[in-house]
């Protein structure tokens, strides 16, 4: 009876395509949410992949994890960043609660699992493994049977954010059928107690080519080739878990998951060059436009003696404050430290769009969102239209609107809110629609659902019975 409980990972699904527009062209998640519960599920601030998956299968915050991004600083100083792999979370998550109690797990590819930790059973790293030639599976052996199995593996979709929107599409849908063909593989020969896995091509996807498909995003591409690509995408995604859904159990419990969900991305604001052009931020020399690509900003390029605050790009920006005493050469007294941080995040909640509109931008503090604050925290977290427009750190634009993203092509932000679908044929749903589910829940409410004592101390609440 394998498994107990099938994980499925949508990373970045879209309550609003899934639930909404496309509902009936996706008849085994139609199914599912028929026979289960479902609603959409808040993130954690931020609202992105890393940490957004440690969030939900440990359930814990953002702060408690000390992860704030695919990158956090390493230490007071300027100058190192760290990326947060499997050996920044320092508490348990799911599959090590489930192997502890005795369960057998297959995990595969959720981010944040790399370097692969041992489990009671298997587990195969997420796209933070640089390649198939590190050691990225547990056991290892297990990886000469994945190159068996499917081939060349692909850990992620290469350079998704270029313009070569067919190679990138294509390279979407292999790791989608990877990704699956593992799990029918582990089903069958490993029979797992806990299956999961997570599929990144959803947010590959909408990253790639959501302009091609909503008239609503400013860079719409009318009798786009790539129109349907999504909606296509979907189905066949729908498909895959049709097929995977068959090779299970009556018995098991179905989840479907996302991190967060999607919007099309407006265009970005750029922090630094609005820190600089405030007098936050001061330079020893502007920076010259060289080749007419924007500069990403060095320690060295920073007076810091003059500076007191800086800034770095991505999904939400985060505002760093030079502070006296905590920083090498900082400048904010920490008597003045609470009230220049409340100013400066007024002044980015006031900051008005190119139209003169308000963004509606949110500034967040650790302190706000956390129950404890582990690492080197942004001072500020900030949501930049709420989520509609990306924070972009390089120099050089001359202006603090861009419609282009300074790391690549992309279409799409984050949204607040992904997705869940729980079918558990012990106790059925019927359809009903939840609200009010936090990321923070999923591991309390699985635990509870098996009988599993769970850790102490744990964010989240019990929201299925």
């Known amino acids: 009876m394998s498994p107990r409980l099938l994980i499925i990972g949508l990373d970045c699904a879209e309550p609003s395509l899934l639930f909404e527009q496309w509902r009936d062209d996706l008849p085994n998640l139609s199914r599912l949410m028929r026979q289960g519960s479902f609603g959409r599920l808040e993130?954690?601030?931020?609202?992105?992949?890393?940490?957004?998956?440690?969030?939900?299968?440990?359930?814990?915050?953002?702060?408690?994890?000390?992860?704030?991004?695919?990158?956090?600083?390493?230490?007071?100083?300027?100058?190192?960043?760290?990326?947060?792999?499997s050996r920044a979370v320092q508490v348990p998550r799911l599959w090590n609660i489930l192997g502890d109690a005795g369960w057998r797990v297959?995990?595969?590819?959720?981010?944040?699992s790399f370097p692969p930790q041992p489990v009671n059973g298997v587990l195969i790293s997420g796209f933070l493994a640089p390649n198939t030639r590190a050691e990225y599976t547990y056991p290892p052996e297990l990886a000469a049977d994945i190159a068996g199995w499917v081939g060349n593996y692909l850990l992620d979709v290469p350079n998704f954010r270029s313009e070569d929107k067919g190679r990138i599409l294509r390279d979407i849908y292999t790791l989608c059928d990877q990704r699956f063909t593992l799990a029918e593989r582990l089903l069958e020969c490993d029979d797992p107690d806990l299956l999961l896995l997570v599929e990144m091509g959803v947010d590959r996807i909408h990253h790639a080519l959501w302009k091609h498909m909503d008239p609503q995003h400013p860079l719409f591409v009318r009798d786009s080739p790539f129109a349907t690509a999504i909606h296509d995408y979907y189905r066949h995604v729908d498909r895959r878990i049709g097929t995977?859904?068959?090779r299970c159990a009556d018995?098991?419990?179905?989840?479907?998951?996302?991190?967060?969900?999607?919007?099309?991305?407006?265009?970005?604001?750029?922090?630094?060059?609005?820190?600089?052009?405030?007098g936050y931020l001061t330079l020893h020399e502007p920076l010259t436009i060289g080749d007419g690509r924007p500069q990403l900003l060095q320690p060295h390029h920073v007076d810091w003696s003059r500076t007191r605050a800086w800034g770095a790009g991505g999904?939400?920006?985060?505002?760093?404050?030079?502070?006296?005493?905590?920083?090498?050469?900082?400048?904010?007294?920490?008597?003045?430290?609470?009230?220049?941080?409340?100013?400066?995040?007024?002044?980015?909640?006031?900051?008005?769009?190119p139209d003169g509109q308000p963004l509606g931008t949110r500034a967040f503090t650790p302190q706000q969102l956390y129950r404890r604050v582990r690492g080197v925290a942004p001072d500020l977290l900030v949501y930049f239209g709420d989520l509609a427009w990306r924070a972009v750190g390089t120099l050089g634009h001359g202006t603090i609107y861009t419609r282009e993203n300074d790391t690549g092509p992309d279409d799409a932000n984050h949204a607040q809110h992904g997705l869940f679908i729980f079918a558990d044929p012990q106790r059925p749903g019927n359809g009903t629609l939840v609200e009010g589910a936090q990321i923070y829940d999923i591991l309390p409410t699985l635990?509870?659902?098996?009988g599993i004592a769970a850790p102490n101390g744990l964010r989240g609440r019990v929201f299925l019975r």
């Open 244 to 246: 995977l859904l068959a």
């Open 106 to 112: 297959a995990v595969i590819g959720v981010p944040g």
């Open 43 to 85: 993130s954690c601030i931020p609202a992105i992949t890393v940490p957004a998956w440690s969030c939900m299968f440990s359930g814990r915050d953002p702060g408690e994890l000390g992860i704030y991004g695919f990158r956090n600083r390493a230490d007071r100083g300027y100058q190192q960043m760290a990326i947060a792999d």
């Open 447 to 450: 635990l509870a659902r098996f």
């Open 251 to 278: 018995q098991t419990a179905v989840l479907v998951v996302s991190d967060h969900g999607a919007r099309p991305l407006l265009g970005g604001i750029c922090l630094n060059e609005w820190l600089l052009a405030e």
């Open 315 to 353: 999904y939400y920006g985060r505002v760093f404050l030079n502070v006296k005493g905590r920083e090498p050469e900082g400048v904010i007294s920490p008597a003045a430290y609470a009230q220049e941080r409340e100013t400066l995040a007024a002044k980015l909640q006031a900051l008005p769009g």
